[in-house]
């Protein structure tokens, strides 16, 4: 598809093709395309160093880690989850056979809401699966004090908060482990890709068993593992992207500051501003319709802004426990879920990322500001 002049709502940070060149060049000299390569190495390094981790493992892509994260964790049973996220967060516990829990969300940070998580817990429940929804850090501390006090695991879906951190730390050092996206939507991308963030060294080694069928030497097998590892390709990709994302995420952020400057004091739109003591990635710019105060609903404005050129996105409606697999569950309810359901019928991502030029953000405020 053309999509020449159009705005989309976001545009893959590539890497220069020269120096992509010269990696893939040294990749064909030593002909070690994957299995742990020099850049796969390089890449781990570099990431945990980036992001403040102590251990990391790369993967494919993003679902597969939360898949593994479940193995790893040997969950069962029922997992507390947010019906407010891509629909690979409650896909990863159905495929490991536990059944998704869904309580509602916070309308302060569209993370799940630690006050109605007690409500939810039963004998069989042993996990909770938050997500950083937009890259604005969860109520890890309340989290983390419910999950002790119950005996529970967290595992964070942190697709979005690649390079979010509160206080200095990283966000990824929250819960038992934080699973992250490469995919080339994502601030930080590696056409695919993914991986899974650990505290210790023997959870990071039994994770690189799992990723690689559970070969944990020529001619052992510890576990029923999975392939999910990263190729030198996309390793060597990573690794120059890695150059670029600071510079990036600063794009971002002007985008933000731009569209907070021309929208604070719409009548009925609503967004966020950043968060005291978070370093935010500007991953997304949602913005909240609300149709009386606004004077027009969230999907005609949606479709207004389509006619014009401008590819927003209704992201996330519709809500995961709205879809055919999880509908019947009784958590699917939307009298459960009142936050989220209103939330999804006003959201729409503005277009967001480091290549959107001064006229396009222009355009794009021209839309909403009648
Ligand atoms: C993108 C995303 C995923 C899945 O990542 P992939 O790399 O596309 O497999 C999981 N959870 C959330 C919240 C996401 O946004």
């Avoid at 819960?175 to 995919?183: A, P, Q, V």
């Avoid at 009548?267 to 370093?279: A, E, L, Q």
Wanted: glycine share 6%.
């Amino acid at each position: 598809m053309n999509t020449d002049n159009i705005i989309t709502v976001t545009s893959p940070l590539l890497p220069d093709l020269r120096d992509f060149n010269a990696m893939l060049e040294q990749i064909w000299a030593s002909k070690w395309v994957t299995n742990n390569g020099q850049f796969h190495r390089q890449l781990e390094k570099a990431l945990a160093e980036y992001l403040g981790v102590p251990f990391i493992s790369l993967f494919t892509n993003g679902t597969l880690p939360l898949l593994t994260a479940l193995q790893a964790l040997r969950i069962t049973g029922e997992v507390i989850t947010t019906p407010y996220s891509f629909v690979a967060t409650t896909h990863s516990i159905w495929w490991n056979g536990c059944k998704p829990v869904f309580v509602d969300i916070e309308e302060s940070t569209c993370g799940i809401d630690p006050d109605k998580i007690e409500a939810a817990i039963t004998p069989k429940t042993t996990a909770i699966m938050p997500v950083h929804c937009y890259g604005k850090p969860c109520d890890t501390a309340r989290i983390q004090a419910i999950a002790d006090k119950y005996g529970l695991k967290v595992i964070y879906d942190a697709a979005h908060a690649f390079g979010v951190k509160v206080n200095g730390d990283s966000v990824l050092n929250q819960g038992d482990m934080s699973t992250l996206s490469f995919h080339a939507t994502k601030v930080y991308n590696t056409l695919e890709g993914g991986a899974l963030v650990m505290k210790d060294a023997e959870t990071k080694q039994r994770i690189d068993y799992l990723k690689n069928f559970g070969f944990a030497g020529e001619t052992e097998v510890v576990a029923p593992g999975i392939n999910s590892k990263m190729d030198e390709v996309r390793a060597a990709y990573g690794l120059l992207n890695l150059r670029l994302v600071d510079a990036s995420i600063e794009a971002r952020h002007q985008v933000a500051i731009r569209y907070r400057e021309a929208l604070r004091g719409i009548s009925g739109i609503r967004f966020f501003d950043d968060m005291p003591g978070v370093r935010h990635n500007y991953s997304y710019f949602p913005i909240f319709v609300d149709a009386k105060a606004y004077g027009m609903t969230r999907d005609e404005l949606y479709f207004k802004m389509r006619e014009q050129g401008v590819w927003g996105r209704r992201y996330f409606y519709p809500l995961i426990s709205t879809f055919s697999t999880y509908r019947g569950l009784d958590s699917a309810n939307p009298e459960n879920l009142p936050v989220a359901t209103r939330i999804a019928d006003e959201v729409i991502c503005l277009p967001m990322h480091h290549a959107l030029s001064e006229g396009d953000v222009q355009k794009i405020i021209d839309c909403i500001v009648k």
